[in-house]
């Protein structure tokens, strides 16, 4: 079964950067659209970013556009999300996630994905 893990977060200061990464054990992890979600508390999950599998072509939420970068190694199973300039209102819980949706038109759909991690905590104070 695939299985993805996230690492990377924690607490950081407003204008602070921190990177996420994202595991994919087992599956063909070059062959997934890998997307980024957050969950603030109270609120839907909502989309951040989507790599396509050839990592050519990327896709961002405008809320974090200019300042997150996606990425990917596909020779490590991994996925890469480095935030900069971070804003409390960045605060989540973020999930990386595994699908094939098409792209981009449904790229930021969350039921597009069908393997998701556990989650991981990012904390931005003011």
């Known amino acids: 079964q695939v299985q993805l893990v996230e690492s990377g977060g924690g607490l950081v200061q407003t204008g602070g950067s921190l990177r996420l990464s994202c595991r994919v054990s087992?599956?063909?992890?070059?062959?997934?659209?890998m997307g980024w979600f957050r969950q603030a508390p109270g609120k839907e999950r909502e989309f951040v970013a989507a790599i396509k599998w050839s990592g050519d072509l990327t896709y961002y939420a405008d809320s974090v556009k200019g300042r997150f970068t996606i990425s990917r190694d596909n020779g490590e199973n991994t996925a890469f999300l480095l935030m900069n300039s971070l804003k409390p209102e960045d605060t989540a819980v973020y999930y990386c996630a595994a699908g094939r949706p098409v792209w981009s038109d449904n790229a930021m759909m969350s039921n597009e994905y069908g393997r998701w991690g556990q989650g991981t905590q990012v904390t931005v104070s003011s």
């Open positions: 087992r599956g063909t992890f070059s062959s997934y659209v």
